[in-house]
């Protein structure tokens, strides 16, 4: 049930918290109510798209769905996967009393000890869990009603997406340079709620990295990806 699991953690990153006067101070309340959602419509995805001679094909996931980390945590979103120019789609379900997996359009049931490991991933996330994200703010502009946009700190995202994705470590001074100097383009925009409540939040980043002259013949003298992150939140409840 490893795919379940990946639902689960990527719903315990909305557990979020984004810090900043003015828009900034819009952005922080709104990360800050993210860390008080406990119900909602997710609707959550990261496409890489490359660009090399021989690399073309986006690759990602989606999740998308109604969940709930209540009492007895519920929830039926379907994780997509995106790779070498196909899908594949897995849907988790998790109700008061149990749940199951539709994987490979196979129905599997949970079992006590998936329903645990599930379970106390989302009690993780009740605990108060949270990932600030408002250290990859650079700038902040008004882009309409409860709207901004600006620069981010690629580095600074990179990290948290790290953490997001269980991993221990994080980029190193160096690595975090090496990031910043490949960096075309890294942007956000940000939409929310009268009650500051997350509606939208999208990310953007072009990264293009200089072939070495052994590799130019194959990879083309220049290569790199464009990053797209996109999370939106229907009837959000605290």
């Known amino acids: 049930m490893r795919r379940a699991a990946v639902v689960i953690a990527a719903l315990a990153a909305l557990a979020s918290g984004c810090g900043g006067g003015g828009l900034r101070g819009d952005l922080a309340a709104t990360g800050g109510n993210m860390g008080k959602i406990r119900a909602g419509v997710i609707d959550f995805s990261l496409l890489v798209t490359p660009r090399a001679n021989k690399a073309h094909d986006p690759f990602g996931w989606k999740l998308k769905g109604p969940f709930s980390f209540g009492d007895v945590p519920t929830a039926r979103v379907t994780y997509t996967q995106i790779a070498n120019g196909h899908t594949a789609r897995d849907t988790l379900v998790l109700d008061k ?3 199951y997996a539709v994987v490979d359009g196979k129905r599997r049931s949970l079992t ?9 991933s989302a009690a993780r996330v009740r605990a108060g869990a ?4 408002g250290n990859w703010i650079k700038t ?11 620069d981010l700190d690629v580095a600074a ?15 190193t001074d160096a690595e975090a340079k090496q990031l910043a100097d490949a960096t075309r383009a890294a942007t956000y925009r940000a939409e929310w709620t009268g009650k500051h409540l997350m ?4 990310l953007h980043v072009d990264l293009g990295f ?22 939106g939140m229907q009837r959000p409840q605290t």
């Open 97 to 99: 009393s149990g749940g």
């Open 112 to 120: 006590d000890s998936n329903l645990k490991e599930l379970r106390g």
């Open 130 to 133: 949270s990932i600030d994200i």
């Open 140 to 150: 902040a502009s008004s882009c309409g009603a409860r709207c901004a946009q600006g």
């Open 157 to 171: 995202a990179a990290n948290t997406l790290l953490q997001v994705s269980g991993s221990k470590r994080t980029l």
């Open 199 to 202: 509606r939208s939040l999208q």
């Open 210 to 231: 200089k072939s070495p002259p052994k590799l130019a013949a194959a990879l083309g003298r220049l290569v790199g990806a464009t990053l797209d992150l996109h999370l």
